[in-house]
């Protein structure tokens, strides 16, 4: 069933047919189409395009299929070309050939670039929500965890932290993701309706009218921009991608902190699964999982990418290709945010180990040469005899804090008895949190 034909003498192949339909992936864009359609109709009748009468008749129907869809008394399948389509079709069938009025004055163009510009922003909003969620949970978790631990950098212990630094350090990248996303949705947040094919309508329409109605700031710009832009898409994908770069370093991080070397954490059953043939195992599948589906948001960034980048102005069927990546980028996303959130809240934070593994890794070594340069040593050459003390711990298997003050002179003689407390762990990562806040 379809909205076009007239001009065409031979049937249009089956297997072109099954090619070109997009239903089956497009009709999510159910309510968003409806929606936009009644705006359009109450536009019509504003401009005295349509009557009154059947503009009452045409937003009846369309909500009435609404409601039939709802309640599942509807399916949305069949020999249709797309939603727009079957919207339509179901619609004359319902209320007669008055339903075949709906489409004056509009594209499926337009149409389409109006319904995916409605359902983005939505399900943005949604993400930002979910983030919110995060967020919270991350800082609660960081409150009531602000044990000692080590620090890395390139894998290798550094400097001491606590847990709540290096949770929070996710939450400061969260929230920029949260402002990627409102800032996408502002730039994003523009009407295409009304710009028909490409170049707009020979009826006198209300495009601020369409606006005001569906929620938009304002009009798009430039007709053939507005049927051709996916740039929101990208923008919405980008966002998507980089919240999923960081959800894998979390999942990473994770990962390895579970992990018997490390022992840092315990994931809940509920978010660990077993082995078929090794009984003792305990498999972190979902930050597995989250660090995998990554590259799968990648991908759709990726698609999307690919196929805008060598459309020549206006609309192309090419862009028929920008809704499943987009669907699934944004199930993926969600879906990793729920998990992730109820995966931090369930964690199990093992202190002690923490706090022990500090002990291990010459972690007040930046602060012993602090010290020296402290007591009027150039920091380069304190650097180099702290190198020397920690070379000697490693070789007779004791931490630099543990060595007697006469052994530390013998590498410099500005070493005196106060160099305990400066080197203090607890001391050293006060110092550094008062620089922090």
């Known amino acids: 069933m379809k909205l076009w034909g007239g001009r065409f003498i031979e049937k249009e192949s089956r297997l072109m047919e099954d090619f070109n339909s997009s239903l089956s992936f497009d009709k999510r864009l159910c309510y968003e189409d409806i929606m936009g359609s009644i705006a359009h109709v109450k536009m019509l009748a504003k401009c005295s395009i349509l009557t009154k009468e059947e503009s009452v008749t045409i937003v009846n129907g369309l909500n009435s299929i609404l409601l039939d869809i709802q309640e599942g008394k509807l399916k949305i399948e069949g020999d249709y070309e797309d939603i727009h389509s079957f919207m339509e079709i179901q619609l004359t069938k319902l209320v007669g050939d008055v339903g075949k ?38 800082e609660k978790v960081g409150t009531f965890n602000a044990v000692i631990m080590p620090g890395y950098t390139h894998m290798q212990r550094a400097q001491v932290v606590t847990f709540k630094q290096h949770i929070m350090a996710y939450y400061s990248m969260l929230r920029r993701d949260k402002k990627r996303l409102i800032s996408a949705i502002e730039i994003m947040d523009e009407n295409p309706l009304g710009c028909c094919a490409l170049a707009g309508t020979t009826y006198d329409t209300d495009r601020s009218f369409t606006t005001s109605e569906l929620g ?54 509920e978010f660990s699964t077993g082995s078929s043939i090794m009984p003792q195992k305990r498999n972190p599948d979902a930050a597995e999982l989250i660090r995998g589906k990554t590259g799968r948001v990648y991908g759709d960034l990726m698609s999307l990418l690919t196929t805008m980048k060598g459309i020549p102005l206006a609309y192309n069927k090419d862009m028929q290709e920008d809704k499943e990546p987009f669907f699934d980028a944004v199930d993926t996303v969600l879906k990793c945010i729920k998990v992730m959130n109820k995966m931090l809240s369930s964690l199990k934070i093992k202190s002690h180990n923490m706090h022990s593994a500090v002990k291990r890794g010459f972690l007040n070594a930046t602060e012993a040469a602090d010290y020296l340069a402290c007591k009027g040593m150039a920091f ?43 080197i203090d762990y607890e001391n050293t990562l006060s110092r550094g949190i008062k620089k922090e806040m």
């Not at 499926?108 to 949970?137: F, G, P, W």
């Not at 630099?400 to 003050?405: F, G, M, T, V």
Request: hydrophobic share 40%; proline share 1%; net charge negative.
């Open 216 to 269: 938009f700031k304002k009009p798009v710009d430039n007709f053939m921009d507005g049927v051709s832009d996916r740039d929101y898409l990208l923008e919405l994908l980008s966002s998507f991608s980089i919240i999923m770069m960081h959800f894998s370093r979390l999942s990473e991080e994770l990962v390895l902190w579970s992990t018997k070397e490390f022992d840092f954490i315990e994931i809940s059953d």
């Open 380 to 422: 380069r050459d304190a650097h180099g005899v702290i190198g020397s003390i920690v070379l000697h711990c490693e070789q007779v298997h004791t931490a630099i804090e543990d060595l007697n003050l006469e052994e530390l002179k013998s590498f410099s003689e500005l070493f005196n008895g106060d160099v305990y407390e400066f």
């Open 101 to 138: 009025k709906l489409h004056t004055a509009r594209s499926r163009n337009d149409q389409v670039a109006v319904d995916m510009r409605l359902y983005s922003k939505h399900k943005a909003a949604e993400v930002i929500d979910n983030l919110d969620v995060i967020l919270c949970t991350i």
